[in-house]
């Protein structure tokens, strides 16, 4: 069984859409043309295509802020298409662009928004907002503050702890990292990623920016006119694997050098390399070289950190192990992905770098261009792709 | 006698006509704003039906106050208090009609549409948001309107009612007389002492009422 549908099987179906249709009152075409597609629990699902595409309208249909025009929406098995449209967006976070934080109201008012309709007691209330505050680091200081004395990434942070303010199991999200600058974005989307892993929120996730939908999602729908799905796969099947050539087109170049986001250095093996420690002698530093062939040892602190690198030439100068060579400073954590360990390999002198572990920076490994290449090649499609049966599996889905 | 001596002398009468003349004015403002925020309230999501109703508003303020006095006589509401309330409400409403739509209307739409994401129904999204977000606005509104027709409550004398007109109005028809200056140099600075005191009281108000969050 592939990946992908391992995964089915696991998940239930949070949100599932059927054929739904929206047309815009005075337009001939629709702009969203009979979408069908299921959304898993637990799970950042990202809509991502051109503008006009239809993804907005689409999302925005999940919560009914934009009526769809035919078609059903299933929430939790539930047919929420007709229900009472409020009560159904208490019980979905929504954040949009804009953020759309209450001026006038102070940042716990803000975030005390929906527990309030839903008649929570004040307790609980002040009680979850210092929860939430902590949860997106913003000093409970600022309870009492107001929106306008916020930067623009607190603000966002903010519109977040209001939108999971009642713990919703869905959240819709409206490119929410879209109106802060590049640096802070980054931040927000790690933060946002690591604050997921807790909450486990299902989550749709709207972007134009394809590698913010390769960053953020478990499974991204490429979408062309009229939101007809393009592509519904997990980031990873569709850089190495594009549906067809408007999938290719969108991810535009460099998608195999996206796909070394993905995967981790943890993920691949490290090459086998000579190790020592500072304290050694030098004969045996000497012999651990000779027998590994290789033209470098890795000298290692008395906590097993990398120190120092040193050749054949700086062990017979003979000065202290404690001086010799280079320091080893090309280092990558386990979990950083295989991009940036690429790119820490190209600005290092020797080609490789050092995997240590994040905690305790303890040595775990080197990595240089042949483990990398060799990682890469397991990347490239194989025959029998999972895509196809995965896209057969969806469409036996009772209807 | 001098001006001083005048005010001096006539202190009680000039008081009592600044009371009533705040009251008629205040009880005006009450009505037309009521009259005004229910009609902007109602209106601002329809641009035609808002245009009717500013069209009507702008259509009273252009008839001269006198010959608007002369039909409250007209249509049976006497003399004194009812005909000057209900002229200088209907002078009133414009302003503030016309800034609770246009104040309403300001409301940033993706703050709108994050309220109506959360679940706020239409009547949640007006009392919670839009009208708290509105209210500077509208305040400046009734603070216009507040002026406006405190100039007209003089003229108010020539109906019977009360306020500083009734010495204007004397004033002016003993012309030459001993005090003629005195009465309307009182009556119109009384008008001019009312105004301050609303421009403070109104201050203090849109203070108070106002989250801070919106300076």
Aim: proline fraction near 5%.
């Amino acid at each position: 069984m592939s990946e992908v549908t391992e995964h089915l099987s696991e998940r239930g179906i949070a949100i599932r859409l059927e054929k739904l249709s929206k047309t815009f009152p005075g337009q001939d075409e629709p702009a969203v043309k009979e979408l069908s597609m299921d959304i898993f629990e637990g799970e950042i699902v990202v809509y991502v295509g051109p503008s006009g595409c239809g993804k907005t309208t689409t999302m925005k249909m999940i919560n009914r802020i934009i009526e769809p025009s035919s078609g059903r929406i299933f929430i939790a098995d539930e047919d929420v298409t007709d229900k009472d449209p409020d009560e159904l967006r208490r019980h979905i976070g929504y954040v949009i662009q804009q953020i759309g934080l209450f001026p006038h109201m102070t940042i716990a008012d803000n975030i005390a928004t929906v527990p309030k309709m839903l008649g929570w007691d004040k307790q609980r209330i002040s009680k979850r907002t210092d929860e939430l505050l902590e949860t997106v680091s913003i000093p409970n200081s600022y309870r009492n503050r107001y929106p306008k004395e916020l930067s623009g990434g607190q603000r966002q942070r903010i519109g977040v702890a209001r939108a999971m303010a009642a713990d919703p199991p869905i959240m819709l999200m409206d490119e929410p990292f879209g109106a802060v600058d590049p640096i802070t974005r980054e931040r927000l989307q790690d933060e946002f990623l690591r604050l997921q892993q807790e909450i486990q929120k299902t989550i749709v996730f709207v972007t134009h920016d394809i590698d913010e939908a390769i960053k953020m999602g478990d499974r991204i729908a490429i979408l062309r006119d009229q939101s007809e799905i393009a592509q519904y796969d997990t980031p990873e099947t569709i850089l190495t694997d594009p549906a067809d050539q408007y999938v290719e087109d969108f991810i535009g170049s460099g998608a195999s050098l996206k796909r070394l986001s993905l995967s981790k250095v943890e993920d691949i093996k490290t090459a086998e390399w000579p190790v020592a420690h500072l304290d050694d002698s030098h004969d045996d530093v000497r012999e651990k070289m000779e027998e590994s062939g290789r033209e470098y040892v890795l000298l290692l602190d008395e906590r097993d950190k990398p120190k120092r690198w040193v050749n054949r030439e700086d062990i017979e100068q003979g000065i202290s192990l404690k001086e010799a060579g280079w320091p080893a400073v090309a280092i990558v954590e386990r979990h950083s992905s295989l991009y940036d360990t690429l790119d820490t390999m190209i600005t290092s002198y020797r080609g490789s770098a050092i995997v240590v572990d994040e905690n305790d920076g303890k040595y775990k490994g080197v990595v240089d261009f042949e483990t990398v290449l060799a990682a890469i090649e397991e990347m490239r499609p194989q025959e029998g792709a999972v895509a196809p049966d995965f896209i057969a599996e969806r469409e036996d889905l009772p209807s | 006698m001098s001006f001083p001596e005048y005010l001096t002398y006539q202190w009680d009468d000039l008081l009592e006509l600044a009371v009533g003349n705040m009251v008629v004015v205040l009880i005006a403002l009450a009505i037309a704003t009521f009259i005004g925020v229910s009609l902007g309230v109602l209106t601002y999501r329809r641009p035609a039906a808002a245009q009717v109703a500013l069209a009507i508003a702008s259509t009273i303020l252009t008839i001269p106050s006198f010959a608007l006095f002369g039909i409250a006589i007209g249509i049976g509401l006497g003399l004194g208090y009812p005909p000057t309330i209900v002229v200088l409400t209907g002078y009133a409403i414009l302003a503030i009609l016309r800034n609770t739509i246009t104040g309403l209307r300001s409301v940033d739409p993706a703050i709108i549409e994050s309220a109506k994401g959360m679940g706020m129904s239409n009547w949640q999204q007006l009392v919670r948001i839009e009208m708290p977000m509105a209210w500077p606005v509208i305040i400046a509104g009734v603070r216009v309107s507040a002026l406006l027709i405190l100039g007209i409550s003089a003229i108010a004398a020539y109906v019977g009612g009360p306020g500083f007109g009734s010495e204007i109005f004397e004033g002016l028809s003993t012309l030459g007389g001993v005090n003629s200056l005195n009465l309307v140099l009182s009556g119109m600075l009384g008008v001019i002492v009312l105004a301050l005191v609303f421009e403070v009281l109104f201050a203090i108000l849109g203070r108070f009422t106002t989250s801070k969050g919106l300076n």
